[in-house]
């Protein structure tokens, strides 16, 4: 088991006493495609995964969920969250072990998702109210953070009978920074181009690319990664969705190794779990 390199009641004293400029962000990755990320006015988290939910549903099945890393903490360990995103309803990005506690703990929160979804999240018991509903082109906002949602693919760009996307990514602008989550995604026609029209400080972007033998929607490779982070030419490349589970992850060496393609400029770094990253202007 790869232990955090701070969680519990420590990460939630550091997530609390950080104190950030209002020109630069704190950013902890807390596992998979989950992170936190704090501003001088406001907290937002993308993604979390915290709980076991996935162990216990796949267990004794023929597609076990073998944790491979602890959980950095809880969701109802967070408190004073403003705005959580979700990119779609699987459930190692919008948790029923997680989501619907971090909106307990933090009764002023908002859940921005798919439209599409809406639906999946009243069934876990989060109240409608309590929802943002997005899609392609959307915007939100909480606590100076301003989010902008554009479709993912995973693996398909696929849309439902109104046109809607089940798949997101978004584009988070806080304190002069431009940041790009991918939520699970390939790259696929018009992602390059709507990307790269803007100046970005960071790229999250997923590794663990796709494998049928999995028998689950698969990301880009970290050979796509680079090559994405290659044309767009954010400040940072950040990678994510791995070290979660036995059967669907990559070494994030593979990602180091293809690092070095990428254009002077643009820096790729690898987040340990519950590593604090203080990003500035």
């Known amino acids: 088991m790869i232990e955090p390199v701070c969680g519990g009641a420590a990460l939630i004293r550091e997530i609390e006493e950080t104190v950030v400029p209002s020109s630069g962000l704190a950013i902890w990755w807390l596992g998979q495609s989950g992170y936190l990320i704090k501003s001088s006015r406001g907290l937002l988290a993308v993604d979390l995964y915290l709980s076991e939910h996935l162990t216990r549903k796949y267990e004794n099945t023929s597609k076990p969920h073998v944790r491979m890393t602890r959980s950095p903490l809880r969701g109802e360990d967070l408190k004073g969250v403003d705005l959580l995103l979700a990119s779609h309803k699987h459930s190692d990005h919008l948790d029923p072990g997680t989501a619907p506690a971090v909106l307990a703990a933090s009764p002023t929160a908002a859940l921005g998702l798919p439209e599409e979804i809406r639906e999946h999240a009243l069934s876990l018991g989060i109240a409608n109210q309590r929802l943002i509903g997005m899609d392609s082109g959307s915007m939100c906002s909480a606590a100076g953070f301003r989010v902008r949602a554009i479709p993912s693919a995973h693996e398909e760009f696929d849309r439902d009978e109104r046109g809607r996307h089940p798949y997101l990514g978004f584009i988070i602008e806080s304190s002069g920074l431009r940041l790009y989550h991918s939520g699970d995604s390939l790259i696929y026609p018009g992602l390059v181009e709507t990307l790269a029209r803007e100046k970005f400080d960071v790229l999250f972007l997923p590794i663990n690319g796709r494998d049928p033998a999995r028998g689950v929607p698969g990301n880009m490779s970290a050979v796509e990664a680079i090559d994405l982070a290659s044309v767009v030419k954010p400040r940072f490349v950040v ?30 770094l690898v987040l340990r779990c519950g590593q604090r990253w203080e990003l500035g202007t």
Do not use: S, W
């Open 239 to 268: 990678p994510h969705h791995y070290d979660m589970f036995t059967f669907n992850t990559v070494p994030v060496a593979d990602f180091e190794a293809e690092a070095r393609r990428l254009p002077t400029g643009t820096e790729p």
